[in-house]
């Protein structure tokens, strides 16, 4: 087996915040691949490294699992004051323990540290000044809120 020397441990750089404003969950039931909520983003703020608005239109298409562990697949637009496009795609989990989880379900405000919500953000644009941003992947730490997600999101290096 030939080795490579030692891999580079990654390193977290703040990027940017998120706050995603959200419509009412739509609850699809149990479908072919499981139990299916979509929830519609209406609009929101991100501010650090990248300054645009959110566009309404986009949504979180999540997997309830068995256990209440929430998989995460959210996909929306941004737009920058200079009209540049972005698109982003949160992939991650919100999970913990029953009685956290069914506050959250009720829309209660809960400490962000009782529960496990975190997200991988791959961001695509034709906009040259921001295409660095497609080469790298960003790590967020997340909190839901009874109409809204906030998070911050570090660069991996």
Do not use: C, N
Not at 5 to 33: I, K, M, N
């Amino acid at each position: 087996m030939t080795t490579h020397g030692t891999l580079p441990t990654p390193s977290l750089e703040f990027a940017f915040d998120v706050a995603v404003d959200l419509g009412p969950l739509e609850d699809h039931g149990v479908t072919s691949v499981g139990h299916r909520r979509v929830v519609p983003i209406l609009g929101g703020r991100i501010t650090g490294a990248i300054d645009a608005e959110i566009l309404p239109g986009g949504a979180d298409w999540q997997i309830v699992r068995p256990d209440g562990t929430i998989e995460i697949d959210g996909r929306y637009s941004a737009r920058t004051a200079d009209g540049d496009l972005l698109l982003l795609h949160a992939k991650g989990l919100r999970t913990g323990v029953p009685e956290v989880l069914e506050r959250l379900g009720r829309g209660e405000d809960v400490d962000p540290a009782s529960y496990y919500f975190r997200t991988t953000v791959q961001i695509e644009t034709a906009a040259p000044t921001l295409s660095h941003l497609q080469r790298a992947l960003f790590l967020s730490v997340a909190q839901r809120q009874a109409d809204a997600v906030r998070y911050r999101a570090y660069r991996v290096g």
